[in-house]
């Protein structure tokens, strides 16, 4: 991969990783390289989900297809419930949902069923034995996915605690908040 910018990697459920960039994305089987057809895409996330490897950019999601590796779908905000075209993180959660941050809030997608949550731009989450870490501009949100029923509850979110854009969020062994931001 070397000269080309990498700016999303993921595991597949046969340990091969998959990685993307600008319009570009590939895996580590062959490492043949994939364009997504419009050069202005930029690759932000990209997670296995239900048998199809998602890709998050700056002009929504795409699903590709993991057998074949041709795109299955783009979807957009004009032919689907996705709130904006820019996907900020993608998160593949315990029960096989789908979790996508955009500008917009954030899209839960269950099987067929798709909803919106909030209204701000979501930045980064993480789950651990409490549940999923949802991180807004001005807010963390902890939500109780145990039983499915996703119960919000604030957390209380340190001022100054993160500054610019959000590249990842985890929860440490001590129960410390770490972000990684610009």
Same mark, same amino acid.
């Given at each position: 991969?070397?000269? #080309?910018?990498?700016?999303?990697?993921?595991?597949?459920?046969?340990?091969?990783?998959?990685?993307?960039?600008? =319009?570009?994305?590939?895996?580590?089987?062959?490492?043949?390289?994939?364009?997504?057809?419009?050069?202005?895409?930029?690759?932000?996330?990209?997670?296995?989900?239900?048998?199809?490897?998602?890709?998050?950019?700056?002009?929504?999601?795409?699903?590709?297809?993991? #057998?074949?590796?041709?795109?299955?779908? =783009?979807?957009?905000?004009?032919?689907?419930?996705?709130?904006?075209?820019?996907?900020?993180?993608?998160?593949?959660?315990?029960?096989?949902?789908?979790?996508?941050?955009? #500008?917009?809030?954030?899209?839960?997608?269950?099987?067929?069923?798709?909803?919106?949550?909030?209204?701000?731009?979501?930045?980064?989450?993480?789950?651990?034995?409490?549940?999923?870490?949802?991180?807004?501009?001005?807010?963390?949100?902890?939500?109780?996915?145990?039983?499915?029923?996703?119960?919000?509850?604030?957390?209380?979110?340190?001022?100054?605690?993160?500054?610019?854009?959000?590249?990842?969020?985890?929860?440490?062994?001590?129960?410390?908040?770490?972000?990684?931001?610009?």
């Amino acid at each position: 991969i070397q000269g #080309r910018p990498v700016t999303a990697l993921t595991e597949s459920s046969d340990g091969s990783f998959y990685f993307g960039g600008e =319009h570009m994305y590939g895996n580590s089987i062959k490492f043949e390289f994939n364009y997504l057809k419009d050069p202005t895409v930029k690759i932000n996330g990209m997670v296995f989900h239900m048998c199809s490897l998602w890709i998050g950019t700056n002009d929504g999601l795409y699903e590709i297809n993991q #057998r074949n590796f041709s795109l299955s779908k =783009h979807h957009s905000t004009k032919n689907s419930k996705l709130p904006d075209p820019q996907i900020n993180f993608l998160y593949s959660d315990q029960f096989d949902v789908l979790w996508v941050g955009t #500008r917009k809030g954030v899209l839960r997608i269950d099987g067929d069923t798709w909803k919106s949550y909030e209204r701000q731009s979501m930045e980064g989450i993480f789950e651990n034995r409490e549940g999923l870490w949802l991180l807004s501009e001005d807010e963390l949100w902890n939500i109780d996915n145990i039983d499915k029923f996703n119960r919000w509850y604030r957390a209380n979110l340190q001022e100054g605690l993160k500054k610019g854009k959000v590249n990842d969020i985890v929860i440490d062994s001590k129960d410390r908040l770490l972000i990684a931001s610009n």
